[in-house]
């Protein structure tokens, strides 16, 4: 009969992670049974279960919610013993195995395996188990990188990954994305609305509007004005799936959206994130500028300034949206042809060439890192986005310039189209600019407008 002194009170935890441990007989009840038998039958009392479904061991510790709370139990001095069935149900990640190991000896606190022979009580139990975590974390980065290789062969052949989820407008039949007839005529709608108007907030709310109890989220609308899944894109794939709009219209739709622009009125700014100032390269915002008039009443202006402007020897332009109106009114056609003069006179296409090789190599190391849990999926995601952007403006660079790639803009500028561009409304005349023009430049010097990029 044990006294109170010589009662040891033992957690269990266990984890699962893949289907291949569930048939490789390490699922949570396959542990739960396990570790009972042997607790009950070295007289341990159990305080409690601690399970992590669905979580890889080589996660960062804070994604494993119940061995936080198990951590937390050993803080309280609850718990003094921690059963686990093997090492790898436990720790893979070298890194956070230290980080817990401090917390359970600053409390006297020891883990045991029930199917493995490891002793963290001895400087030479600690050398093995580093040693074995650094072969089950090694074994892992190469399970990771044929994952990844497996998975990169899927999607390139058109195929759905596992657990990937069909978006808006699609649904999954064969491992393959295929549209679905019970929403394709309102994503067919959003694009249509997006290309009329150029601005996803509009697009939100004319969805919402028109379709009250059918309307997708407001997310599910964003993620469709963002991803390439909707131009039937995938990676290198470029055949992925039945798409809703063009490669040009992706392509267009992403040169729109890499600036955001915030509207302070409530008329739209004609030129919003498509001015860029001369001294930081940002782009300008627009404010409402109000002035009083020598009778009494106020007058309204729509400028545009840079963020920076009020920073230490930042030199700003601050320009009226009547007096960019006015330039690209009178330059925009005389510029256009300007430029089929040049590729009628060259005789040859204009190409741009830039090597993505170093991006590429980044993104991979991005992956690896990532894959390793060596960054947040935070620090991930904005450096991946940003590596990204990089990489779609070298595409963009290294494209093939012919004149059909002015076509849109010579559609546009047809004849009579000034008379037709003053009867647009200004919502209108947004759209019209955003469909033509990619940046407007200023002056440094001056501060006036001083050229402008065409969007192709």
Known sequence: MKTPKEIIRCAIYIRVSTEEQHLNGLSLPAQKKALTEYANNAGYVIVDYYADEGISARKSMKHRKDLQRLLEDVKRNKIDMILVTKLDRWFRNIADYNITEEILQAHNCHWKTIF?????????????????????????????????????????????????????????????????ENTAAIADDIFRQYFTCYSKRRTIAYIKEK???????????????RSETYAGL????????????TKEQFRKMQEISKSKTYLYHSEPYLFGSMILCPSCKKKLHGYLRKQKLKNGEISEYKRYRCTQKFAYTHSSPNISETVIEDYLLQNIFIELQKELCKLDSAGTEKKQTASANKLNAELDRLNLLFQKG???????????????????????NSKTITRESYLPIINALDDGWPDIYKKLDAEHKKSFWKSLIKEIYVSEETHKVCGFKFLL
């Open 211 to 225: 379709y009250p109890e059918a309307a997708p989220t407001e997310y599910q609308i964003s993620y469709m004005l």
């Open 374 to 396: 060596r960054i947040s999926e935070a620090y991930y995601d904005e450096q991946y986005d940003l590596l990204k952007t990089k990489l779609d403006e070298l595409k963009e």
């Open 234 to 245: 995938h990676g290198e794939n470029e055949n992925y799936c039945e798409p809703y709009i």
């Open 116 to 180: 493995e022979n490891y002793d963290s009580s001895t400087a030479n139990g600690q050398m093995v188990i580093n040693i074995m975590l650094s072969v089950n974390q090694a074994e892992c980065d190469r399970t990771s990188e044929r994952i990844r290789a497996v998975f990169d062969y899927k999607r390139s052949i058109g195929e759905v990954t596992s657990g990937m989820c069909a978006g808006y407008g699609y649904r999954v039949e064969n491992n393959r994305l295929v549209k679905d």
